[in-house]
Each structure stands twice: as C-alpha cells, then as structure tokens.
C-alpha cells in the first residue's frame, strides 16, 4: 500500500522521514508499505521561544491565516494556554472562539496541491499525517468524499494514519469540523496513534470522533505530543497497521 505522508507545522519532509523512520523500516521489512513524504506548499517562521523545538530551518506549513496581522490570530499563538473542557468537542470550540483568524485560502491551496501529486503519483491508497499534516490529511478525506459525490470521481484513499491530530475542516465552509454539531463523517478505515500525556489530546479525540466508529482504531504509546519509536510499541503498532491494511483493501 503507497501512503502519502504529510509533516506538522513548522516540519518538512525530510525531518517527517526521520520523525516516522521506525515505523516505516517496520513497514518496510515485509513489503506492507511504501511511503511519499511531502513538504507542505507555505514557508513558516516558528513562534517566538519554539525555534530549538522544531529544528533548523526549512520550517514549512499546510495552513495559515489569511490575513497576518498578528500572530494572536493564528489558532497555533494559542498551543501555550490550551484549554480543558468537559468534551473535546468543547475544548476545541474554547480553542477556536472569536479571535482566531480564517484560514481558507491557504487550506484551499493545500487541499489542492495535494491532489495534484495525488493525480501526477498516485494512487495513493493510504495518507499518514502528524499534528497539523493529520488536520490537513483528514480535510483531504472529507474533499475526497464530496468530490465523489459531486462528480463521480472515486478517492483514491482507503485508509488514514493520524498521529497526535486535531479535527479536520469541512471542505466546503472551511470550518472546524466537529462530532457533536455535524453529520460529516469520514468513512474509511483511520488509526489514531494518540499519547496520553499529549497536552493536546483532546484535539486527537475530536479527530477521532469525527470518523466512522465501526473502523477507527485508537493506539495509545502513552507519551506526549510525539511519534512513538520504542522497539516494542512500533512492533505491535505494525501490526495493527497491517490488519487495517488488510481490511481496508477487501
């Protein structure tokens, strides 16, 4: 299965690579997987006090605000002070309520750029995503849905991997797409790699929530905000990677 693999904000492909190389030497010692990392399309400057947190430079994004006035209106000046609801549904809300500028021009852009690799390599039977590259990969699913719907066009995509993700927006409005106040729904099989000590969890639920019960699977490595690449923990998550694989492609 070929997967198309998106970075979070402020990574690039090639540090992705190295974030996801264990799993992907898992994948690869039997012939399960193979594996497409893209940068994302918008060159970034990282948040005052994050630079030694991502790495040397290129710092790249999938999303960005559409106007810059200030770094207060991007949703990730916020990550400091992340709020603790009852629901994830709730802390999400928290998180994007007034102030928070639009981003639909860059997730546009995005969205489409995607596609055309999508077009020119593929098909691409499964996406991986970490952080925002797992917002972008599951907006992409939704766009894939209602391009099937308005055109005919059958996804390519038949299974998502998301680590440590956030709730995708719907391709049509652009807004955060949440469980419990819309009926969009992703309908092929997903994997959630979420840590319980992520501060941000809740966003990974959110994301969970918003896909179909009966095929979304939950792994939990019990870190942070990190990619799992303990021996052990990447083994059995191999494996349930590759059961997913199995049922997805039947």
């Known amino acids: 299965m070929k997967f198309l693999c998106l970075p979070g904000a402020y990574g690039s492909a090639d540090k992705f690579q190295v974030q996801l190389a264990p799993l992907v030497n898992e994948l690869l010692s039997d012939g399960s997987a193979s594996f497409r990392f893209v940068d994302a399309p918008c060159e970034a400057v990282p948040p005052e006090g994050f630079e030694d947190f991502f790495g040397k430079p290129p710092y790249y994004r999938f999303i960005e605000p559409d106007e810059k006035e200030t770094q207060d209106t991007d949703v990730l000046s916020r990550i400091r002070d992340f709020p603790d609801c ?48 797992a917002t972008v990969a599951s907006t992409l699913l939704l766009a894939e849905q209602k391009r099937f719907q308005e055109t005919g066009k059958e996804p390519q995509i038949k299974c998502g991997i998301f680590f440590a993700g956030w709730p995708p927006l719907d391709p049509s409005t652009f807004a955060m797409v949440l469980s419990d106040e819309s009926d969009l729904m992703i309908n092929i099989h997903t994997c959630h ?58």
């Open 86 to 133: 009852d629901t994830a549904e709730d802390t999400m809300r928290e998180l994007m309520k007034e102030g928070v500028a639009s981003s639909v021009i860059s997730t546009h852009r995005a969205i489409q750029y995607l596609f055309d690799i999508m077009d020119k390599e593929g098909p691409f039977e499964g996406i991986i995503g970490y952080s925002e590259g």
């Open 193 to 250: 790699i979420i840590g319980s000590l992520d501060p941000y969890v809740a966003g990974s639920m959110a994301l969970y929530n918003t896909c179909e019960p009966d095929t979304a699977y939950i792994f939990d490595h019990g870190k942070g905000h990190t990619l799992p690449r303990e021996k052990g923990v990447i083994k059995e998550l191999g494996d349930v990677i590759r059961n997913m694989m199995v049922e997805a492609s039947a």
